[in-house]
């Protein structure tokens, strides 16, 4: 059966259209390598942000380097001059595509996971289950599952389609097997992943935004005739909390669905090239947009950039970013309210 989903074909784009979609992809490179890197350094530089849910962050960042900073300007040059570099190396531009499009999705769910534990379980459920050695068993299973979903292309003895060869993206595997994108096993692995990454992703975020609505609802109910005069602002938080899990769902679902739609459609019949190069953007979308996605809220990481821009990095400690010794909120939990501890935590 022909494949459809092929993110762009050379056949079908004219002179303006590559030179649009080239453009786009330049943004989405430099875009996307700054701001995973920066990420990623500033958990490497900064000691309080080394913690279990920063660690599945960078997961996800490193997945979308492989992206943003290898296969994009791949695909750059190819629509550029038509033609692309040695097979063997092309091969390997499109392997990395796949596994860190696999290894992203899955860090979405250990990100979605570690936060759900952490609001809507125990404390001590968390410290148990969210140990160094268990987060590392969980970051080094991402990988080993998306090598695993890789074999079935590197395997395969489908030889490249013949026809237009301008912007046949990912052509052979050292002349013999075509692209880890245009292979029916990999589009079906690949549509299964979204699938389920979806639906772990919907089904934390909808967990947390319950617990925090029923906590809004008791604060308003418990503390109705003091409410103006409470000490801190719990109920806003809650709010805030609220808004940003249902902004990090509809982003994640905006950039990930259309693509599903046209990987399912495409085994039956041919999706209009202007639907797969949509969705294949709006998917591409988020590899550029996970590391500004997930931190954002979070004071730690905003305070650790604002001393980067100041020059601080060698006084590091000096900036209020002191070790933390257990990866959990553990210490906070003692000292205040755990919800509001939790919330915190996630701001």
Same mark, same amino acid.
């Given at each position: ?26 943004? /989405? ?17 900064? #000691? ?30 190819? !629509? ?15 392997? %990395? %595509? ?12 250990? !990100? ?6 952490? +609001?809507? #379980? ?15 068993? /969980?970051?080094?299973?991402?990988? %080993? ?24 993206? *990912? ?5 013999? #097997? ?31 935004? =319950? ?7 008791? @604060? ?15 109920? =806003? #938080? ?12 509809? !982003?994640?679902? +905006? ?9 399912? @459609? *495409? ?13 294949? /953007? ?32 060698? =006084?590091?400690?000096?900036?209020? %970013? ?26």
């Amino acid at each position: 059966m022909t494949n459809h989903s092929v993110p762009v074909s050379g056949c079908e784009v004219g002179h303006s259209g590559k030179t649009i979609i080239a453009s786009i992809y330049i943004l /989405m490179c430099l875009l996307g390598s700054t701001l995973n890197v920066l990420v990623i350094y500033l958990v490497v530089s900064f #000691k309080k942000l080394r913690t279990t849910s920063n660690a599945f962050i960078v997961n996800g960042s490193v997945a979308d380097l492989l992206v943003c900073a290898i296969w994009i300007p791949h695909e750059v040059m190819l !629509i550029s001059t038509g033609s692309a570099l040695a097979p063997e190396i092309h091969a390997l531009s499109e392997a %990395l %595509l796949f596994l860190g499009i696999t290894v992203s999705l899955l860090s979405h769910s250990l !990100i979605a996971a570690n936060r759900y534990v952490l +609001i809507t #379980k125990a404390p001590a459920t968390y410290v148990s289950l969210y140990q160094k050695r268990n987060a590392e068993s /969980m970051i080094i299973a991402s990988w %080993l599952l998306a090598l695993g979903c890789l074999l079935p292309w590197l395997v395969s003895s489908r030889h490249a389609q013949e026809g237009c060869s301008d912007l046949q993206v *990912g052509k052979a595997f050292f002349g013999r #097997k075509t692209s880890v994108m245009s292979n029916p096993n990999e589009d079906v692995i690949l549509a299964l992943t979204i699938f389920a990454q979806s639906a772990i992703v919907l089904y934390c975020y909808f967990k947390i935004f =319950r617990r925090v609505q029923i906590s809004m609802k008791r @604060v308003s109910i418990l503390n109705f005739q003091i409410l103006k005069n409470l000490p801190y602002s719990f109920p =806003r #938080k809650d709010r805030r909390l609220g808004f940003y899990v249902l902004t990090v769902c509809g !982003i994640f679902l +905006i950039t990930t669905q259309p693509l599903l739609w046209v990987l399912v @459609v *495409g085994r039956l019949k041919p999706v209009p090239f202007a639907h797969r190069s949509t969705s294949w /953007m709006l998917f591409c979308c988020l590899f550029v947009l996970n590391p500004f996605l997930y931190t954002w809220k979070n004071e730690e990481f905003r305070r650790s950039f604002k001393s980067v821009l100041r020059g601080e990095i060698c =006084r590091g400690s000096a900036v209020g %970013l002191a070790p933390v010794t257990v990866n959990t909120v553990a210490h906070i939990l003692p000292r205040q309210n755990s919800r509001r501890a939790f919330i915190g935590h996630m701001e």
